[in-house]
């Protein structure tokens, strides 16, 4: 089939399936302003089982060419979309903020990280040592049987189906880090826009589709459909051609779709980031030597994006001290002098005050940003309570999405450990830590390395960097499966499966694993690394 | 605690739970020859959930210091379970032929094979290279915003729960594969014997248990249990101290362990080997050119170890012609000169003749071993069909575990990649091809790689070498995790899950990551590979 694309600026309000624009037949959704509850135009119709089918088909047939493009074809694609989405300009971040109710500076940052993420996997196409290529060479003299020449490369799963979130209307969304992974894997990508966002998915859509065009990836690559999660969601996970999922979102909808996925004739793997409250050990020293300049950058990383990020510290364990009440003292003060800012969604922001309501009746309260009658708004909150009421309370230990954090306190350093081992998985762990500290943090740090994906000294967690190194995942329930990352390069490993070939004539060797090593990739021969 | 190593070769019944002999409580059980029907001394008595329970409390405490141990001393305790082993000498192997009816040669040849194995991963973790390692390195400078210093590494899982195999009683058994990657990615193990070979399985139990005292690792790094799968196996799979499973066996057995894994409060990752019939694609060329040669050496594959192996080829596909008749009509002499062989226990001679049967119904009968007296055996048998009845019948696709396999006459090769493609996910696919195939086989190959988890030419699927290359997983249902292999190096990441470290501070580092890098392992340093 022949793709059209359509570049104006003009939204549709359509689905695009394989390049092909389609209008859906259920439910139409718009976007909405939360921070002056205006509507969007236009209007997006929902899809239906026929559209998921067509898009999965479409992504099947797809997969074959899509699968076999060389890395360097691929690494082009991706920076084509990146291009793409940068030259949307104005267009897209007036839009992504309009639906978002977030300021245009961050999501200017967001385009960026965006690109950025696109640009990185086009990097680590060209680096290609995600072939994960070995060779164990024939030994045919080997006593007492001859050995087969065996070699091992990574191939993709299949089409994965991306759920856009909420809170990174780009960076998580429809050209985000799991489709910016999947596609650089050579998986086609189904991607489920986000309600709250359904311009802005549009637009990044036609910048995927753009570039699919532009670089002579098969249509069915990359397709963009509007629904419910529990209907049209779960009809894409449960389609025998999806071979992955995922996802970013609610602790309810992720645990919906991994049941979904395991409950398939062939189960399959689910990327599921779900809920942290990314714990912020405060040590004794740290606490007594700056506890008030701690307790104001605490609340800058709180109140961050009206603290919808999954990195939100919405817990502080420290031992109680002279230092941690002025800690408390300055972060009240600093939450006194913030102004509440719009939350995603409505939804969202009622979510967030009946959370707040559960934390005043079940802790302290210990400030509370001034009022406010703009609508949908998030009003920062901080409460406190002590480590065995914590321990105690199912209530206490949920994520509450936005800008409320709660402090533990400890009698002394080993009740915080213990109440850094009774937590569940999360996405982070922070440690403010002086010299003097060093012995505590060292004792900590080996209870939380088992907790947690990521583990950051004397910062934030607000503000997760997209390199090499990145961890933004972790054990249940801040993801489905820890094994991974969502963030960073190491990501593409989600997408990607070990295949042997055995005495595989040489004609019909990938050239990752072909003999001259054309490529040039570092590879294992005999376990060895060698660029050979 | 103090371990008590037994060391004398009395067997004693017994269950060792971190270093102490403990008797079950429940069923006992005996080893059976099923060569003869006679029953091995001694009993053995089911444990219950206290054993669990004990085990898991064990491990879960030695988790800490186990896996603070270098990979050196890692590597020191996994060549000490191979020498252990080793030293065993005939009580070990005599024990084994024993129990499970396989010849002594071929029990010699396992334990050689589980030794190795265990060698292979100490050298995995002197190579260092599955610590992950990768620093991003600072920006101090950067505009708009710096960046931190990150680091990311691989660490352990946790407690590992082990479920011997009964077609290996050592490679895939107490100290088998699943064992070996475990214990070298740092993850102490419960082990569950298979009922098949109790003696066997207390055996290689004390010898891990004495090179644990023997290397000064944690007691609890190692526990034994005893017991039925859907009592004592569900409880350790459901203990929350247990963080992944590995598992070799049945498809109603692996299914029902990934269910309740996935049930549990956590999930967690659950690797099963469970069902494969391993096709094997003969092209019209070879078949022409080699017909016979390539029909009786396929027999001599498919009768190993009473066809017994997971990789047996128990499916051959080919286009129906003067050759593939040669083919058959050779296979068919070569089975009437074999002598049948005992299979592992009478409950899968069992399921051997009602599997014989349900192919005897369903397709055509085209040679059988020759009739036997002797208890449990195995007669290999060939039946045909034509590619339209088979992908219409779940009879024929599924796995009859034994010496029997399944010719599919194919009008073309285009309906030999049809089948190719409509099959389930499979282990491995086997490919003999002359030159004048090659375009066939091309196409064929291209189908295959999205089915199996290895592609082999002109050989015979038994026979899994172990080393860096080799992968033994595929989609489901032969693996219930097609992201990893059981067999070879890369299998120690089935264990292992990726941990960031941000500005952490030099003292509180591991080595892996550490600056000056003291174990001089390969690590990406800003993407890019060194050994800095």
């Known amino acids: 089939?022949?793709?059209?694309?359509?570049?104006?600026?003009?939204?549709?309000?359509?689905?695009?399936?394989?390049?092909?624009?389609?209008?859906?037949?259920?439910?139409?959704?718009?976007?909405?302003?939360?921070?002056?509850?205006?509507?969007?135009?236009?209007?997006?119709?929902?899809?239906?089982?026929?559209?998921?089918?067509?898009?999965?088909?479409?992504?099947a047939a797809a997969f074959d060419r899509y699968r076999s493009t060389t890395s360097e074809a691929r690494a082009r694609f991706l920076e084509a979309i990146a291009d793409n989405l940068e030259a949307l300009g104005d267009t897209l971040v007036n839009r992504a903020a309009a639906e978002s109710g977030l300021p245009v500076g961050r999501i200017t940052g967001e385009v960026g990280r965006t690109s950025g993420q696109l640009r990185l996997f086009a990097g680590v196409l060209r680096d290609g040592g995600w072939n994960g290529a070995r060779i164990d060479p024939a030994q045919p003299?080997?006593?007492?049987?001859?050995?087969?020449?065996?070699?091992?490369?990574?191939?993709?799963?299949?089409?994965?189906?991306?759920?856009?979130?909420?809170?990174?209307?780009?960076?998580?969304?429809?050209?985000?880090?799991?489709?910016?992974?999947?596609?650089?894997?050579?998986?086609?990508?189904?991607?489920?826009?986000?309600?709250?966002?359904?311009?802005?998915?549009?637009?990044?859509?036609?910048?995927?589709t753009a570039a699919v065009v532009q670089t002579g990836m098969p249509a069915g690559t990359f397709s963009l459909l509007y629904g419910h999660g529990p209907t049209l969601g779960t009809s894409l996970v449960t389609d025998p051609r999806v071979k992955a999922v995922g996802f970013t979102g609610s602790r309810s909808g992720g645990t919906a779709l991994v049941a979904a996925a395991a409950a398939r004739r062939e189960p399959i793997p689910v990327y599921a980031e779900m809920s942290s409250i990314n714990p912020v050990f405060v040590l004794?020293?740290?606490?007594?030597?700056?506890?008030?300049?701690?307790?104001?950058?605490?609340?800058?990383?709180?109140?961050?994006g009206s603290g919808q990020f999954c990195t939100n510290p919405g817990l502080v364990i420290a031992v109680d001290s002279p230092g941690l009440t002025t800690f408390v003292e300055s972060a009240g003060a600093a939450i006194a002098d913030t102004t509440p800012t719009p939350m995603l969604t409505p939804t969202i922001a009622n979510s967030y005050s009946a959370g707040v309501d559960a934390l005043s009746a079940a802790s302290t309260v210990e400030a509370q940003a001034p009022g406010s009658d703009a609508p949908n708004s998030c009003g920062a909150a901080i409460f406190s309570t002590d480590a065995d009421t914590f321990l105690g309370s199912e209530v206490l230990q949920q994520e509450v999405f936005g800008s409320a954090s709660l402090v533990v306190k400890c009698t002394d350093a080993a009740q915080v450990r213990d109440v850094a081992a009774a937590l569940e998985g999360q996405l982070t762990a922070t440690v403010h830590a002086d010299d003097a500290d060093m012995d505590d943090a060292a004792a900590l740090v080996n209870v939380l390395e088992l907790k947690v994906g990521r583990i950051l000294f004397d910062g934030w967690p607000t503000g997760v960097e997209v390199g090499h190194a990145m961890v933004h995942g972790g054990p249940y329930p801040s993801t489905s499966d820890s094994r991974s990352t969502s963030v960073g390069s190491l990501a593409i490993e989600r997408f990607l499966r070990p295949v042997a070939y055995q005495d595989v004539p040489p004609a019909l060797l990938p050239s990752a694993i072909a003999d001259g090593n054309p490529d040039r990739l570092w590879r294992r021969i005999d376990g060895r690394l060698v660029q050979d």
């Open 1 to 59: 089939m022949t793709a059209t694309v359509n570049r104006t600026d003009t939204l549709t309000g359509q689905m695009i399936i394989a390049g092909t624009f389609v209008t859906g037949t259920g439910e139409t959704v718009r976007g909405l302003d939360p921070s002056t509850d205006t509507v969007l135009e236009p209007g997006y119709a929902h899809g239906d089982d026929t559209h998921v089918d067509a898009a999965c088909s479409q992504a």
């Open 141 to 208: 003299d080997r006593s007492p049987l001859p050995r087969a020449d065996i070699r091992q490369r990574k191939i993709p799963l299949g089409p994965v189906a991306v759920f856009g979130a909420s809170n990174f209307p780009l960076a998580f969304s429809v050209a985000g880090g799991d489709t910016a992974s999947a596609l650089a894997a050579g998986c086609p990508v189904i991607a489920k826009a986000h309600d709250a966002h359904p311009g802005t998915s549009e637009l990044v859509g036609r910048a995927i």
């Open 284 to 304: 004794d020293t740290a606490l007594q030597t700056r506890g008030a300049d701690l307790g104001k950058a605490f609340v800058g990383s709180l109140t961050l």
